[in-house]
């Protein structure tokens, strides 16, 4: 059954040990440093109780691969079916009857204080506090089509923000489209969802795709929302806050440095157009949210990892049936570095596949393909495979001029040209068995899984 709000997500990670109150006061300058400690050992995400302002901070939700199971109500054996199912049967979405939580308190005009939140500044070269696990919900100006995406917000004032979306992204394409037309663009952030809804965000899907709709399907019931008060979009019913507010393209403010998902600090100096807020809802005794990012791995690399992998999965196996597997380490950003399991049908259709891979908008620098007997999700047994079933020369290759990887700090010119201008390289390496040709047994111990050691009766 899904689950109706972020509420009910953390009664579940009560339950299962995977929620820890933290009843000390703590500086917002340290929650990153309480989150990653907790994240390093895979630890519960912690509930910020005495943060310094009169509401409680909860972060770490979506910090581990068993929390994500958990949101999901699903195991390491059915989580790739189910999210696979659910984009295959989307439902739309329903409006909220009624006054909606999210609207139980009203912040307008000179009420207006974002500040008065828990927004902690994870790093210490951090360009201002951060808020990043916030959903942006847009609309298509030309079709209507609604789009959420999680984007950073940067806090300048107590109604201003400055924010980062990237152009190939769709928030980002529907701010262009609103310049080209002239119009000023109305959007919402949202914090403190269910957490499906936030699994939603990073799935990779045509632009013309209805984003409520799939939430719906991944969820297994529709999503309830309700019309914002002067953003001109639809918001979930049951979110904790909800921050309205109009781009104005004439006004570039400073927008940066934040510790990203490379695990580096991105370039400074940059400015972006203001977020100003039209308008502040919020539930009673709301619950804010946070999300450290950086190096890997912190909670913004999983949240991304089973979306990217299903969608990526999904686009590639309709060209090659024979895919079985799919990993994106986090240790690669869930992005620059894929590992894929297939068992080629004939010479040559490995390197297929790695071309067909860096063509897609993940935009992988690094593409590895092993044979079905390996597990992707285990570096030690990919490393084997590139140990032991490449030559070099004749199954490693690179492929100039394709689109570079946002972000990349390794690009010389990343800081210097918008990125719809940048170009890299991608390399490939088919670290499959070669097709057709004798290759000696693998050497291990059948029915170990099974087996039972035998123990003296006690």
Known sequence: MAFQDMRAFLARLREHGELEDVDGEIDLADVG???????????????????????????????TRSKALLAFEATEDTIMRKVMDGLEAPIPPTMFEGAPPCQDEVLVGDDIDIRRFPIPVYSPHDGGAYITPGMVVSKDPETGIPDIGHYRFMVIGP????FDAQPAHRFGKHLAKYEKLGIKPKAALIIGLDPVLAYTGPL?????TNDWALAGGLRGAPVELTRTLTADVEVPAHAEVVIEFEVNFSEMLPEGPLGEYTGYYDATGKTAPSAKITAITHRRRPIFQGLLTGKPVTEN???????????????????????????????????FYVVIAMRPRFAGEARQAILAAMSMNARPKWVIVVDADVDVHNSSEVEWALSFRVQPTRDVFTVEGTPGGPADPSHPLVDRRPPSELTSSSVGIDATRPYGEHFPEVADVPGWREFVIPRPPR
Do not use: C, W
């Not at 440093?33 to 909860?58: E, I």
């Not at 990779?204 to 013309?208: E, I, S």
């Not at 060209?319 to 869930?334: I, M």
């Open 159 to 162: 109604d201003v923000l400055t």
């Open 33 to 63: 440093k309480a989150l990653k400690q907790t994240s390093q050992r895979q630890g519960p995400a912690l509930m910020f109780n005495h943060n310094g302002t009169a509401f409680p901070l909860v972060a770490g939700l979506y910090s």
């Open 301 to 335: 690399h999983i949240l991304k990892q089973i979306p990217y992998e299903v969608s990526f999965f999904r686009n590639l196996k309709r060209l090659f049936p024979t895919v079985e597997q799919v990993a994106f380490p986090a240790s690669g950003g869930v992005s």
């Open 204 to 208: 990779q899907v045509p632009d013309d």
